[in-house]
């Protein structure tokens, strides 16, 4: 069987950057760089040109930002920001207008390669620096920040009961992998915590995406904790 090949675009005004990142996606076997961007409106343009299958985009770009690429490529492109910059308004936004992920590029090579993957699975991976500072906000932040997270501004009609506000919107196994979600499990870790294949998984966290007007899989952790229904991190299974 023929290997499926991940098809990727770079966008950052640093030549240094995209050459550097070539050389690490190109050395996967199952990843190759289709194009090249130096500015924010000639990576949409070749975006919808060339159809990547994964858009890795530097926030700070002439013409158009990283943001702003993100809300015009997404959901139909997956989008990967990966920058310098990890401010909360940064990371928020990204993550409302649909980006796959959120690297610092700093992060190295490995986790450049890991987010690709996982934006290709249907997972969305945080820099483990802004993990940790983005799920305490989740847990205890403002709800306005946490909407922000959650999704885009038509989002904030949808439901978000409170422990005591009567059933959610989710039946109890979307609520059991919910809370999986809200910890950082991917749809493998969850597979295998609930005895079920990943598409299983997969097809799961969409129903769930769905039913609360999540863009991803982080909107979906912010819900969950602004709901009070995380509890406490799950137990890995006895190997």
């Known amino acids: 069987m023929d290997m499926v090949t991940t098809r990727i675009l770079i966008a950052d005004d640093q030549d240094d950057i995209r050459s550097g990142?070539?050389?690490?996606?190109d050395s996967q076997p199952d990843m190759t760089v289709v194009g090249e961007a130096a500015d924010g409106e000639a990576t949409v343009a070749l975006a919808r040109k060339l159809a990547p299958d994964v858009v890795l985009a530097d926030?700070?770009?002439p013409r158009l930002d990283g943001?702003?690429?993100?809300?015009?490529?997404?959901?139909?492109?997956?989008?990967?920001?990966?920058t310098t910059f990890d401010l909360d308004e940064y990371v928020h936004t990204a993550l409302r207008n649909g980006?796959?992920?959120?690297?610092?590029?700093?992060?190295?090579?490995a986790l450049l390669i890991e987010a690709v993957?996982?934006?290709?699975?249907?997972d969305t991976l945080i820099s483990p620096q802004i993990t940790?500072?983005?799920?305490?906000?989740?847990?205890?932040?403002?709800?306005?920040k946490l909407r922000a997270a959650a999704g885009p501004e038509t989002s904030a009609a949808a439901p978000q009961p409170g422990p005591a506000d009567g059933p959610g919107p989710l039946t109890e196994r979307e609520l059991e992998i919910a809370r999986l979600v809200a910890?950082?499990?991917?749809?493998?870790?969850i597979a295998e915590a609930l005895f079920i294949t990943?598409?299983?998984?997969?097809?799961?966290?969409?129903?769930?995406?769905?039913?609360?007007?999540?863009?991803?899989?982080?909107?979906?952790?912010?819900?969950?904790?602004?709901?009070?229904?995380?509890?406490?991190?799950?137990?890995?299974?006895?190997?």
Do not use: Y
């Open 67 to 82: 943001l702003e690429v993100t809300r015009q490529l997404a959901p139909h492109t997956r989008v990967v920001v990966v």
């Open 21 to 25: 990142f070539r050389l690490i996606l």
């Open 198 to 239: 990943a598409g299983t998984a997969k097809t799961h966290v969409a129903n769930i995406q769905a039913k609360l007007a999540a863009r991803n899989r982080v909107g979906i952790a912010a819900w969950v904790w602004q709901s009070g229904e995380a509890g406490p991190p799950p137990q890995d299974r006895p190997s």
């Open 59 to 61: 926030i700070r770009m």
């Open 183 to 189: 910890h950082g499990r991917t749809n493998a870790e």
């Open 99 to 109: 980006a796959c992920g959120f690297l610092l590029k700093r992060s190295g090579p």
């Open 132 to 144: 940790v500072r983005l799920l305490s906000s989740l847990a205890g932040g403002p709800a306005a």
């Open 117 to 122: 993957r996982a934006a290709m699975a249907g």
